[in-house]
C-alpha cells in the first residue's frame, strides 16, 4: 500500500443526509432541466468495479469503487475517471432503469486521468457527443449529471480555469473547476448548454476559486479537448504509443515553501531507494525545484520510464543525495485476472 496520503479521491458512496439529489431549478419550466440536458441523461451510467485486496490500489482506492461513466458510441464504450477503473478485475454498467452489464476494462491513460470501459454487448442508449472544452470560460455555465437522472443533476458555474498538479505525479493543463460541489464526482459528466460534453469529473477540491482566494468547495473536471488527440489510440491499444514518463511513487505537498515527500508507494523505485515520509526535496538533477509542477515538469523532461534521477534531499536537517531508478506506472499496477 501507499504510505501516508491514503486517502480515496473516489467520489463515491451514498448523497448526504438530505442531498438525495441535486437538482438543476430552470424558473419557468414544467422539467427542472432543459430538453437538450434531459435527452443526455441516459448517457451517463453507474460504474461500479471490483479490485483484488492484493492489488496497490486496493488500500489506497479501495477494493470495491462506484462511479458513473458517459457512454460515448453505440459499441457501449463508456468514458470514465480513471482511478475508478484502476487494477479492476470486474466492471458492472447501471443503466438509468437500473439494468446491469457486465464491462471490461479497454484503457487507461495515466497522464490525462481518463479511463474507458466496454460493455460486453451493446448497449441501446444514446451516446453523448464531445463539446469544445475551450470555450468553457470563467463564470461560464453548464451542468454535471451524474447516474440518476434528472435528480442526479446540478446547474454549475466555472469558478477557475488554470494549472493543477495532483501529489500523486500528475499534471493537468486548463482544468475546469466548478462551483458548487457535486457530492459524488468520480466520473460524472459536465455538459454544456446544447448536451455537449465538456469534462469527466475528477476531484472534490476546497479552494475551487484558485490560489489566494476564499476557501470554497468545488470540483475538478478534466477537459475532453484533453481525450480528443490519445482517443483512437486508447480504444485501439489501452495505453498511448510514447515512451512512458520516469515515474518514482512519491506523494510530494508543499508545505511551509518547501516540497515534502508525504506518502510513498511500496515497492516503487523511491521506496526501493530509501526515501522516506517527510524528506523535503530541494532539487532534481541538479536544478533547484520551485513547486510540485516545476518538480513534475523536471522529472518528464528527464527522459523515460527508467532514467536515473539525482535527488537532493533533506531529512531531519541533514541533506543528502540518491539516485533513483524511475520506473513505468503503469508496469507497476495489475489488471484484469493477472
Known amino acids: 500500500m501507499a504510505r501516508g496520503l491514503n486517502g480515496s479521491a473516489n467520489g463515491t458512496g451514498h448523497w448526504p443526509a438530505g442531498q438525495e439529489g441535486v437538482e438543476a431549478r430552470i ?15 441516459p448517457a451517463v451510467v453507474g460504474l461500479k468495479t ?31 475517471i480513471g482511478y475508478l477503473i484502476m487494477e479492476a478485475d470486474t466492471v458492472t454498467i447501471t443503466d438509468i432503469e437500473g439494468g446491469e452489464w457486465p464491462a471490461h476494462i479497454v484503457g487507461y491513460d495515466y497522464e490525462s486521468g481518463f479511463g474507458l470501459v466496454r460493455a460486453d454487448a451493446p448497449l441501446a442508449i444514446k451516446p453523448m457527443r464531445f463539446g469544445d472544452s475551450d470555450t468553457l470560460s470563467l463564470r461560464g455555465e453548464a451542468v454535471v449529471v451524474g447516474y440518476g437522472g434528472e435528480k442526479a443533476t446540478l446547474k454549475v458555474k466555472v469558478a477557475s480555469r488554470r494549472e493543477f498538479a495532483g501529489y500523486w505525479e500528475y499534471l493537468l493543463d486548463n482544468a475546469i473547476f466548478t462551483v458548487p460541489a457535486y457530492p459524488l464526482w468520480g466520473g460524472s459528466a459536465l455538459v454544456g448548454p ?5 469534462g469527466v469529473g475528477s476531484l472534490l477540491v476546497q479552494e475551487a476559486l484558485g490560489p489566494g482566494a476564499p476557501a470554497f468547495p468545488g470540483n475538478m473536471y478534466v477537459p475532453i ?5 490519445i482517443f483512437a489510440e486508447l480504444v485501439a491499444n489501452g495505453r498511448l504509443s510514447t515512451p512512458p514518463r520516469p515515474w518514482l511513487g512519491v506523494y510530494t505537498v508543499e508545505h511551509m515553501g518547501q516540497l515534502v515527500i508525504g506518502g510513498i508507494s511500496d515497492g516503487g ?8 515520509r517527510g524528506d523535503v526535496l530541494h532539487a532534481l538533477n541538479d536544478e533547484v525545484l520551485d513547486d510540485v509542477a516545476d518538480f513534475y515538469r523536471k522529472l518528464w523532461e528527464s527522459g523515460p520510464a527508467g532514467t536515473t534521477i539525482r535527488l537532493r534531499m533533506e531529512r531531519d536537517n541533514d541533506a543528502f543525495e540518491v539516485a533513483v531508478r524511475s520506473g513505468d506506472r503503469g508496469s507497476y499496477h495489475k489488471y484484469g485476472r493477472d
Do not use: C, F
Not at 57 to 69: D, F, N, P, V
Not at 269 to 276: F, T, V
Open 27 to 41: 424558473p419557468g419550466q414544467s422539467s427542472n432541466v432543459p430538453p437538450a440536458i434531459a435527452e443526455v441523461l
Open 50 to 80: 471490483t479490485i483484488p485486496e492484493d492489488r496497490r490500489s486496493a488500500q489506497t482506492l479501495g477494493s470495491e469503487r462506484e462511479g458513473h461513466g458517459i457512454v460515448i458510441d453505440d459499441e457501449g464504450l463508456v468514458l470514465t
Open 194 to 198: 446544447d448536451g455537449a460534453l465538456l
Open 225 to 229: 479537448n484533453r481525450l480528443k488527440s
Open 269 to 276: 523505485p523511491a521506496d526501493r531507494a530509501g526515501l522516506q
